[in-house]
């Protein structure tokens, strides 16, 4: 059993940046991969990125490549997600989950609560 809490959400300006974490309770964080899903209104869940339970292998999806990155820390049951650059189409509930290493939401065994994130323009 893993449980997840995302902090770090509000509101931003267009071009700003904001850090999301995401802390870990359970002893088996390390075991997975985590992944960072985002939701807007009307709009089905969408893969932001995601890093591997070693944390040496990242990957994005198209609309935030280049502006966004993970991190994780397995001694601190954490993982990160630094986004820079941000656009109003970036307005959503973010999430963190872990699972398998994958793009897909139904892979992701336990998520958090979730963190709203703004932009204004």
């Known amino acids: 059993q893993v449980q997840l809490e995302e902090s770090g959400g509000g509101l931003v300006q267009a071009g700003g940046s904001l850090r999301l974490s995401c802390a870990a309770s359970?002893?088996?964080?390390?075991?997975?991969?985590v992944g960072w899903f985002r939701q807007a209104p009307g709009k089905e869940r969408e893969f932001v990125g995601g890093?591997?339970?070693?944390?040496?292998?990242?990957r994005y999806g198209d609309s935030v490549k280049g502006r966004f990155a993970i991190s994780r820390d397995n001694a601190k049951n954490t993982a990160t997600l630094q986004m820079n650059s941000l656009k109003p189409e970036d307005t959503a509930v973010y999430y963190c989950?872990?699972?398998?290493?994958?793009?897909?939401?139904?892979?992701?065994?336990?998520w958090g609560q979730g963190t709203q994130v703004t932009v204004s323009s």
């Open positions: 890093i591997t339970w070693s944390g040496l292998y990242t």
């Open positions: 989950a872990v699972g398998s290493n994958s793009n897909a939401v139904s892979d992701y065994r336990y």
């Open positions: 359970g002893r088996t964080f390390s075991n997975y991969a």
